[in-house]
């Protein structure tokens, strides 16, 4: 028997992929067919298997409704978050409200948790990495946006426990990124990842000293990625076929699915060729019975008028990134890409312009996440790096402000964006009546002093404290970010420093109970075999 | 891992509660942000949790999330140079044993402070920080008369700012440098 094994896999928006490191070289892991990326789609067919990868891609048009893409912009949020509204707008696949707010998804006869669907990606990832080293995979490092707040991260974590992996740490995409980039090279440098993904888009500013690569700071958008690119055409296209027709193709969803697709290809060889041609015959019916076509050109000045906002959007969180680091454009000696929409040519000359040097080539956008994250596997799974030192260490922040609630809906700060994890603070809460048994916190993340501004993390209740007069009962809470970047709470009663129990009475992550019903449902689950 | 090691990490354990930041990073009181920094990467290299990360038992797992916690904390307050300065004040005076840990009270000095220094540099009123800016303005054009004027006026709305009244004084000086020497009244 062979030492154990643990993969990267860098589980995408749009595309996953997954890697190994073998002898300290990682390499990506192919399927059958010689991928190297996978959609990050489940489609669940008629006969009860489910299919996921490219193949299923091929099912958001065929089985629309029984096809889930983009699950990650979903996961980990409440049901009446802004984001949920949004693609319960524009999928075809049915998103209901589960307890507690949370979100599930209803396909064929059941219901799914979006850590559920997410396990399934991660499920494939893990039988394309079994076929090819020919043995069992237990374990992983998980990539997540660096601006994915806990209840993202939490998520994640789920999804991984329910596919059957253990997940030995969940690592942020661009600091993925930064460790493939500099493993290995001895060199000290500063480095700024701009990662912009299917869905996210996230910017690290990195000090690279030898050994060590430290996080000085982190930015981004949890809504803003490749996806909003496509969304520009579709809007263009569906707007001329409206004035040509008459017929809004946004109002079908099977209209809309083309439609899609289409803005996808289309941005995919404006960026590669300059122009595309864009053709979908037989798009939709007029009323009359006539079948109608939908033809167009895209020419690469007009495509760049179209996203140029969103492109500056991105320059916007830079500055945010760099101010926060301390630091200027001019002092950043290498930009990493990381994620296919940074092979638009506007990216790339946006990026030159605002840094004033080009960015690094050599480093493939769509993989190099998982390669991180593969290095970082083998490292945590080395018993000899405590004996002879590790060949580097990650030294992450947290990219959000940790803050409890208090009265009038305002918050306050405990721990700053920007923190280096793990770290720990704690804070005293007083009782506030005459015999008061429980004190009851609510913990956001956020840069807004308003709650209704920052996310809601879940409420945490203490119990089993001394009863006394008010403000006699000092409570000393500790909140914790651990190096997954996931908040942990506990409490001791400050005079006997006894320990007092803890329930999270509102969250919107899975119980352990559903969890353990998730699990079972998924080694359940057939993975579908592609068809030749 | 030997034996040596595990000690070493059982003492550093006990100890934390009586280290300031200085020590926990091991470092001279009154260190830079350069030897902060070093220090930081050299105590990250011997203690980051995933070095220990495949590491069987849970209880040296604890200890050196422990440690690494504090190393971060540490790092945290003395890579800032207004911190810094602030926790060294307060380690090296007499109220030490009760300042180890930079808490929430520090944290709100240090913005106050802060604050007031931006305020003294700019003014504390929405009037005075307007006629200084104007005044400024003047300075840069060397037209001495109108800062004079300016900083008068802002002076009206913040009689007690130091700032302002310097800047008078400076200006005044240069305008009695620039006065026509000489008796110019009229016979």
Known sequence: MSEDIAVGIDLGTSYSCVAVAVDGKPQVIPNEWGEHTHASVVSFLDDGHVLVGNDAKKNIITNAEHTVYSAKRLIGRFYFSDEVKKAQAVMPYGIVEGPNNSVRIQVRD????????????????????????????????????????????QATKDAGRIAGLEVLRIINEPTAAALAYGFGKDISQKICVYDLGGGTFDVSILEIGKDVFEVLSTAGDTYLGGDDFDDRIMAWLADDFLKAHGLDLRQNKFCLQMLKEAGERAKIEVGRDGVAEISVPGICQSPEGQVLDLTARLQQDQFNRMVMDLVQRTFKVCDEALQSARLTAADVDAVILVGGPTRLPIIRTSVRHYFQKDPLTGVDPDQVVALGAAIQGAALLSTSAAEYGQASYLLDVTPLSLRVGTVGGFSEKIIDKNTPIPIEKSKTFTTSRDGQDRVKIRVYQGESSKVDGCELLGEFEFTGFRIGYRGEVQIQVTFEIDSNGIVNVAATDLETGQKTSTTISLSSGLSEQDLQRAIDDNAGMELAARQP | MDAQFLIEIETLAAVLDQLDYYGVLKLQQGAGAADVKAAYYRESRAYHPDRFAAVESAELKELIGRIYRRINEAYTVLRDDQKRVRYLADVT????????????????????????????????????????????????AERWEAAERALKSALMYEPGNPKFKEQLAAVQAELEKTRVKGDYRIK
Request: proline share 4%.
């Open chain 1, 110 to 153: 059941r219901t799914l948790a979006i850590p559920e669907i997410s396990a399934l990606v991660l499920k494939e990832m893990k039988a394309i990495a079994e076929t090819h080293l020919g043995r069992e995979v237990k374990k992983a490092v998980v990539t997540c946006p660096a601006y994915f707040n806990d209840n993202q991260r």
């Open chain 2, 93 to 140: 005076g007499p109220d030490r044993a009760r300042k180890l840990r930079f808490t929430e009270a520090e944290e709100a000095a240090v913005s106050q402070e802060q604050k007031k220094k931006l305020e003294e540099q700019f003014g504390q009123t929405p009037n005075g920080r307007k006629f200084y800016a104007t005044a400024a303005l003047e300075l840069k």
